[in-house]
């Protein structure tokens, strides 16, 4: 993260420029669920786009889809979902706060592993001392149900995951496009945990967009994919401008894999809480194909032409949180500098995040400013995302624009009026050039 950046300062800078408000805010908020306003919506849409643009435009063996939230429950079962996703937890019985038992650190030593192991370590309540219950477990899918009848047999699930409607599909889409392995199917969407403890502020929601890849190989081949898909990844952060000394590769000890992982590597985010995941890249083996053929009665393989044989692929997982990742790049961006006595507050998004590309400012609301400002902006909105602003001062202008990251301002003064040209500024080295109106978009094209 950036050395200037805290939570505080960010969820202040988030709420006073519309990025992100507390969901239903006037009634109190709800915990663990957010809402993104006119800047957080477009940052967060640059993000999935440059996500889409990065696994499904660019390559030949990824292709998109977008599947259902809530799905047949039966595909919970074949998941493990509704016998394995749950955390332990625990209430105090004197002030009846609720707890992840395996997150009460501080009693647990370091060697500690498995979440039964951890939680019987701790019995009292790191808030008042008080007794502890005995741990439970608490599965944290949403619960609902189809149709009128509210009983065992209409319960659904609102997705735990985007990746099961990936396997789900994957004999549709096999099918459907004649593609080979290796073959990906990428999807981002919605997907719901009722966790105990949200937190960190948009880090860990109840209701988060998650942007997943499952990317099928022949078995053999997956090792070698899934270091290709490690580099890619990575990379794609640095790309994004994401600072190197705030980004790293983790591989996760055997102790710490899912039930269906023969190996994973966490990207990891130097978060002001430390060093926190943004994406898992899982080997899922062929674990998840298995489980859905031997539920569903359906054959979920591939005929190999090369060999002749009928084999069940394996599955390389790249998995990332958009919402995590948002705050991730807005913690990297941020940054504070002394400009002439005062500080300037200003996000160095990449251009290709940044919610608003190009901010047209008139000099004052001066009469004669106003309509060639007018003509500029309806010129450069059909370009680009972009916005008009002519309250108060130029100086207080440029300061809001770098403050949600805007990467250029034109600014339309007297002189324009005589010369036809309007002054480009721009966000970090605040360099300011003379452009005639008629070459303004090709000169905003080549800075974006
Ligand atoms: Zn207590």
Avoid at 204 to 231: A, C, L, N
Avoid at 266 to 291: C, K, Q, V
Avoid at 310 to 318: A, F, G, S, W
Avoid at 326 to 332: G, I, N, P
Wanted: charged share 30%; proline share 4%; hydrophobic share 40%.
């Amino acid at each position: 993260m950036s050395t200037k950046a805290t939570v505080e300062k960010l969820v202040s800078l988030c709420k006073r420029r519309g990025f992100v408000f507390q969901s239903s805010e006037i009634y109190g908020g709800i915990g663990g669920f957010w809402d993104y306003g006119p800047l957080g919506v477009e940052l967060k849409n640059n993000i999935k786009q440059a996500w889409w643009k990065a696994v499904v435009q660019e390559r030949d063996d990824v292709v998109g889809q977008d599947a259902a939230i809530v799905m047949n429950p039966t595909v919970w079962r074949a998941s493990g979902h509704l016998d394995t996703f749950a955390d332990p937890m625990v209430d105090c019985k004197e002030c009846k706060k609720r707890f992840r038992a395996d997150e009460l650190a501080g009693a647990v030593p370091a060697s500690a592993h498995g979440h039964e192991a951890e939680a019987a370590k701790v019995t009292r309540c790191p808030e008042c001392g008080g007794e502890l219950t005995e741990p439970r477990m608490f599965n944290l899918m949403f619960r609902t149900y189809v149709g009128p009848v509210e009983d065992d047999a209409s319960t659904a699930y609102l997705r735990p995951e985007t990746a099961q409607g990936i396997f789900v599909n994957f004999a549709n889409i096999l099918t459907t496009t004649r593609k080979k392995l290796p073959l990906g199917i990428a999807q981002i969407g919605k997907a719901f945990r009722n966790e105990i403890t949200p937190g960190n502020f948009i880090f860990r929601d109840r209701e988060f967009e998650q942007m997943e890849i499952e990317y099928f190989v022949k078995p053999g081949t997956d090792e070698q994919w899934h270091q290709h898909w490690v580099e890619e990844r990575y990379n794609w952060y640095l790309g994004l401008g994401m600072r190197k000394e705030n980004v790293r590769v983790r591989q996760l000890d055997s102790e710490e894999l899912a039930h269906y992982a023969k190996d994973t590597y966490e990207i990891e985010y130097l978060f002001p809480m430390g060093w926190s995941e943004l994406e898992g890249i899982a080997n899922r083996t062929d674990f998840d194909l298995r489980r859905h053929a031997e539920f569903s009665g359906r054959e979920l393989e591939y005929f190999d032409e090369e060999s002749g044989e009928h084999i069940v692929p394996y599955v390389i997982e790249p998995s990332a949180g958009v919402d995590r990742l948002l705050m991730a790049f807005l913690m990297d961006a941020y940054d504070e500098e002394e400009v002439r006595g005062e500080t300037r507050v200003i996000l160095r998004l990449h251009k290709d995040l940044a919610p608003i590309k190009v901010a047209v400012l008139p000099l004052s609301r001066n009469e004669k400013l106003v309509p060639p400002a007018r003509e500029v902006w309806a010129t450069v909105r059909k370009q680009w995302m972009s916005q008009y602003d002519d309250a108060q001062s130029i100086g207080r202008r440029y300061r809001r624009q770098d403050e949600v990251g805007t990467p250029l301002c034109v600014t339309i003064d007297f002189d324009t009026l005589e010369d036809k040209a309007v002054t480009i500024r721009e966000r970090d080295s605040m360099e300011q050039v003379r452009v005639p109106i008629a070459g303004l978009v090709d000169a905003l094209r080549e800075r974006l």
